[in-house]
């Protein structure tokens, strides 16, 4: 049976420029999954037009820029693209400009154009889990984001910030601090059976 070879890495958007190139329902879609995720993200659009609520994003957020027409100028100091034109030519122009930059680069809609995929994200206070179906099945990942969503407590970062406390004050080896830290967490996954 075929597996997931994806590796998932949790990105500090903040501190990359992404490119985002279209304006219509997929953009503004992917557009709201970064932004709700990491709402601090340096993100710029670049599309002939704009949905209304778009515009009103860029107004709510301003870390994001709106701008006309794409370029491959304007991938200079770029760190992530996601191209979601409706124009397979355009989307496949934009995947090559961005292989020349080495610019990681997502086509929507298209995994063999896409270097990475964005899943779908369970957000609790400081526990953050994603989910990939390595690009098969968009909506089994939003089902499974809805069942993480349900049950993983609220709370939950209460118990994150007081394992952290106490984490900070065992001292030892590393390798002690990882034994106290297991057997303390060990019941989060233990069966009452």
């Known amino acids: 049976m075929e597996r997931n070879n994806l590796y998932p890495i949790f990105l500090k958007t903040r501190q990359l420029e992404i490119l985002i190139v279209g304006g219509g329902f997929v953009a503004e879609e992917k557009l709201r999954f970064l932004l709700k995720s990491s709402p601090d993200s340096q993100v710029t659009m670049v599309a002939p037009f704009y949905r209304p609520e778009t515009t009103k994003l860029a107004k709510q957020y301003p870390v994001l820029r709106l701008k006309d027409e794409y370029h491959p100028k304007q991938l200079e100091g770029k760190h992530i693209v996601i191209a979601t034109t409706d124009d397979k030519e355009v989307n496949q122009r934009i995947y090559r400009d961005c292989r020349q930059r080495n610019i990681l680069v997502n086509v929507a809609d298209n995994p063999p154009l896409c270097d990475f995929y964005m899943g779908g994200i369970v957000t609790k206070g400081h526990v953050k889990v994603a989910i990939s179906t390595n690009g098969k099945s ?38 002690y601090k990882m034994e106290k830290m297991n057997e303390l967490t060990q019941t989060l996954v233990e069966d009452e059976n």
């Open 138 to 175: 968009p909506t089994t990942a939003k089902r499974l984001r809805q069942f993480f969503e349900d049950i993983l407590p609220d709370d939950i970062s209460i118990l994150v910030q007081n394992l952290n406390i106490y984490r900070k004050t065992l001292r030892g080896s590393f390798e």
